[in-house]
């Protein structure tokens, strides 16, 4: 079994809302796939998903909204504010 590097718990598949500020917006990823420590919480993003987040964030670089918050699995956008 993984274990965390922060704590040295055990880690686990689950989920988890990702948050990334970039200054002038944040994005929140709702429900993205991860290994999460299982005792701190801490969370690990396999290479593939890490790799998505990447074109997620990209594709709202341009967006006049201050946060956006959207759902991994279907990349649609569920708040604008």
Do not use: T, W
């Not at 079994?1 to 689950?14: A, H, Q, S």
């Not at 967006?63 to 918050?69: G, K, L, R, S, T």
Request: hydrophobic content about 40%.
């Amino acid at each position: 079994m993984e274990k965390c590097l922060m704590c040295k718990g055990d880690l686990e598949k689950g989920n988890v809302n990702h948050i990334v500020d970039l200054d002038n917006f944040i994005i929140i990823i709702k429900n993205v796939p991860a290994n999460v420590c299982k005792q701190c919480g801490e969370y690990y993003l396999e290479h593939k998903v890490a790799l998505e987040i990447e074109k997620i964030i990209d594709s709202y670089r341009e967006n006049a909204a201050e946060v956006i918050i959207i759902n991994y699995f279907d990349g649609n956008v569920k708040y604008f504010v």
